[in-house]
């Protein structure tokens, strides 16, 4: 019993050393494994291409802020790859010690306290490596941007050289200014060699700015000169012997100093040609601006001169013939006026108007008369003389579009006095037709609104007889007369029509009601009701009504039945 008891205990005592050696063996594995990747991660920051970064950014020969921002970042590197590197290092050793220690909750804490410092090392060489490439491609672009100013001042030079002679004037102060571009240039290098960044970057910059600034300006002078030394020259020449040419022809220009003009742009050309001297090239420009438009201005002063001469000679003639043909016109309408208005009333003014018309042609003539001698002498410009040919054509051309409009408006007073004595006999002839027409129905009386309205048709046709019997027909009152006896028929025909249908159709009622005078007392009543409407009072309107209405209520549809044969042969009946 004893004996099995220690047994027992015994291999208790075995089995739980032998699950803590698993444990502690499996934990030592584990830490060991976390261990490695510790060393392997340290390992790939010192692989890391920082250091030739560094070497690379040294033999830029950075200068000025890029040059400080290298050191600040370089210090970072070399604090982090001493200290840092250092401090890991360290607890690294320390993982190592307790976990062969077996110190395994110690050496987990150790480890997660080596992850976290590693983790920062990673980060700030993050941002190390970030610097120096940001560093480095500044300092590249940077590079760049002073070997374009340098290829920009070897093309400047070489432009120099080769094509001096497009410069002018200014070829030597633009040579200075070259130079001393170059002077730049030269001291920025000797200040980068020897250390000086800050004065260096300095210098750098105003040779940059100046190069591109001189740039632009050799790029300006070329064309600016061009036109001092060739193309206003040679314009100027050109109007000189033109203006010449003109004065020979006993031109006279409109503008009081041409031939000043024309010295004052010689000398505003040499004043030019001395700014460019100088390089002052915005005043050149300018000035240069100035002097194109005024040669312009006198190009179009001869321009405009010589076309006018040639409208002026193909239209003087044509000017005179056409004010004599617009007084000769004027005056054969005066006459014609003044017989028409024997015969006519003029209700628009024509006699003021024609007058009128005549001043207007006399103001043309008189001043074409004072142009005239003018033109003889070569006293007055051409373009002056073409202005007034222009405005006399537009005065003499309405003044002709009105004549032909009165003279038309005459012509139609005669036409349309014949138009309206036809009408006024056909009018007639209607009114005649429509008494024939109610005569022939010889029907017991008419009513007394129709007669009023029969006699005022007939009071104005006689009154439009009257007008068109005048010594001095007034037309306007005959059209609006005519007008009116024409709606006043329509309305008569209309009338005659509809109380000629109304009487015919009481009687076509009246003796089919007749059927019904024995056997109905109210169709006997209605019809004497319509024989003394009809025979007495000549109401046929109503007396249509009262036998219709009657006659429909002993025999419904009758009324409609009978109407509608009265109008299929109303040829026959009436």
């Known amino acids: 019993m004893g004996s099995n008891l220690i047994l027992g205990i015994v291999i208790a005592i075995v089995v739980l050393a032998a699950v803590v050696y698993g444990i502690g063996f499996f934990m030592r594995k584990k830490n060991q494994e976390k261990l490695k990747a510790l060393e392997d991660r340290k390992k790939s920051l010192f692989d890391s291409s920082i250091k030739e970064d560094i070497d690379a950014i040294k033999k830029m020969r950075l200068v000025g802020q890029s040059q400080s921002n290298f050191k600040e970042w370089e210090q970072k590197w070399e604090q982090l790859s001493t200290d840092k590197f250092a401090e890991l290092e360290s607890q690294i050793f320390e993982i190592e010690n307790l976990n062969e220690a077996f110190r395994f909750v110690k050496a987990k804490a150790a480890v997660e306290k080596a992850q976290k410092t590693m983790d920062d090392i990673e980060e700030e060489i993050g941002k190390v490596r970030q610097g120096f490439k940001e560093l480095r491609e500044s300092e590249e672009r940077n590079s760049l941007k002073v070997q374009q100013a340098m290829d920009v001042y070897e093309e400047m030079k070489q432009a120099l050289r080769d094509n001096g002679d497009q410069f002018g004037p200014a070829f030597a102060e633009v040579q200075k200014q070259v130079k001393s571009v170059e002077s730049e240039f030269t001291q920025f290098i000797t200040l980068n060699t020897s250390g000086d960044p800050v004065e260096a970057r300095d210098i750098l910059e105003s040779a940059e700015k100046r190069t591109f600034e001189l740039e632009e300006l050799m790029r300006k002078i070329p064309d600016e000169y061009e036109k001092l030394h060739k193309t206003f020259p040679e314009q100027l020449e050109e109007i000189e012997e033109g203006y010449q040419t003109l004065m020979a022809q006993e031109y006279i220009l409109p503008v009081g100093n041409f031939a000043q003009d024309i010295q004052q742009l010689h000398h505003r050309v040499e004043h030019s040609l001395e700014d460019l001297e100088k390089v ?241 007392a109210e169709v006997k009543a209605s019809i004497e009701r319509t024989f003394d409407l009809f025979y007495y009072e000549y109401r046929y309107k109503d007396a249509l009504d009262e036998i219709g209405t009657a006659l429909e209520r002993v025999e419904p549809g009758a009324f409609k039945r009978i109407e509608d044969f009265y109008y299929e042969n109303r040829e026959e009946l009436v």
Not at 333 to 362: C, K, M, P
Not at 397 to 426: F, P, Y
């Open 280 to 520: 002052e090239i915005s005043t050149v420009e300018a000035a240069n601006i100035e002097t194109a438009d005024q040669i312009d201005q006198l190009y179009d002063v001869m321009e405009r001169e010589i076309e006018a001469k040639n409208y002026v000679t193909k239209n003087r003639k044509a000017v005179a013939d056409y004010i004599q043909h617009a007084t000769s016109n004027n005056r054969q309408l005066l006459i014609e006026l003044d017989h028409t208005s024997q015969t006519y009333t003029l209700n628009h003014n024509e006699l003021a108007r024609v007058r009128g018309f005549q001043t207007e042609i006399e103001e043309v003539s008189r001043r074409n008369d004072s142009v005239d001698p003018q033109l003889e002498a070569h006293e007055i410009p051409y373009s002056e003389v073409q202005s007034f040919y222009k405005e006399a054509y537009r005065i003499l051309d309405g003044v002709e579009s009105e004549q032909v409009e009165i003279d038309q408006a005459i012509r139609e007073l005669r036409k349309g006095e014949k138009v309206a004595q036809q009408q006024a006999e056909d009018l007639e002839f209607e009114l005649r037709n429509l008494k024939r027409l109610v005569e022939k129905q010889r029907l017991p009386g008419l009513p007394g609104d129709y007669l009023n309205y029969f006699y005022g048709v007939t009071d104005r046709l006689e009154e439009l007889d009257d007008s068109l019997n005048q010594i001095r027909v007034d037309m306007d009152e005959v059209n609006e007369m005519v007008v009116l006896c024409k709606e006043d028929l329509s309305i008569l025909t209309e009338k005659t029509h509809d109380m000629l249908d109304e009487a015919a159709l009481t009687e076509q009622m009246m003796q089919h009601a007749n059927r019904y005078r024995h056997s109905h």
